[in-house]
């Protein structure tokens, strides 16, 4: 089941309505709520940016996390306004966070799980919604190359008692740095890519052959990247999506625990695909 939700002055808004109170209505007690939080430049009834046309739509993320294929419970495309220059859509993806926290609290009444799968800037969006949500609010998230600050995200995580699957690579580094350089200039912040794996954050660099390799050996085989610059290769390479369906709606089949026990503590230092020279990537 799928239904579209978008942030327009603060509030959670039904793009049909009724939509939310006839799909609770309709979920078994304990089936699980995911919410699918896009990143910068999309935006809500923009025609050629619309995400729920796109990979919030039928055939996108959700159809990938098995909605529509038998998966059971309830899918929630959220959008945001992510237009205008980045400095704008980080403002407005705070702000969006406010209006997500809104929605969870709505859903959180009938005590099912809820998890969130967030993009870029749309995991800044899914972390601001932490502080105004009780600490049990939001079971996991699993946050994709998220362009938000490593200290932010510590403060937001503080006192909840969220699963964080935080997804990083060195094919990002640009995009990182660039965020880090354009939104906090000089001050030294860095973004969750150095978010180190603890007891509730678990910490993947997708590109590194020993990562791969332990989610492997886990039953969640990806392929090794095939550019050095992509932003994107967290949710279009093969094999990530099973990883994300098992962490975010079957938890007790893939315990946090069980996951960090696998992965490698460390991931390696920014630019070092670049600079290595161990495999030749397509720019």
């Known amino acids: ?94 702000a969006a966070g406010r209006a997500l926290a809104t929605l969870i609290r709505q859903l959180d009444r009938r005590g099912a799980p809820v998890s969130i799968l967030a993009h870029s800037l749309g995991a800044r969006v899914a972390l601001a919604a932490l502080p105004h949500l009780p600490p049990r609010a939001i079971t996991r998230m699993a946050l994709l190359a998220g362009a938000e600050f490593r200290d932010t995200a510590e403060r937001n995580l503080t006192g909840t008692e969220t699963e964080v699957l935080n997804i990083t690579s060195r094919e990002n580094d640009s995009y990182d740095m660039l965020y880090e350089n354009v939104i906090a200039p000089l001050s030294g912040r860095r973004t969750i890519s150095t978010l180190p794996s603890g007891p509730r954050v678990a910490t993947v660099q997708i590109d590194a052959a020993c990562h791969r ?61 670049i600079w290595s020279g161990a495999q030749p990537l397509r720019a």
């Open 1 to 94: 089941m799928l239904i579209a939700v978008n942030a327009m002055g603060g509030l959670p808004v039904e793009a049909s309505d009724g939509a939310i109170p006839a799909a609770l209505g309709a979920l078994e007690a304990d089936a699980p709520v995911s919410i699918l939080v896009h990143g910068f430049r999309y935006a809500p009834r923009h025609p050629h940016d619309d995400p729920h046309a796109g990979i919030l739509g039928p055939d996108g993320w959700p159809r990938r996390l098995g909605f529509g294929r038998g998966q059971r419970g309830l899918c929630i495309g959220f959008g945001w306004d992510g237009s205008g220059t980045i400095w704008q859509a980080n403002r407005r993806a705070e």
């Open 213 to 273: 390799d332990a989610l492997a050996e886990l039953g969640f085989p990806t392929r090794p990247p095939e550019r050095r610059i992509c932003h994107w290769s967290c949710y279009l390479r093969p094999g990530m999506f099973r990883l994300y369906r098992r962490f975010l709606l079957d938890p007790q089949a893939l315990p946090l625990s069980t996951l960090r026990a696998a992965l490698p503590d460390e991931v390696t230092p920014r630019w070092s695909a």
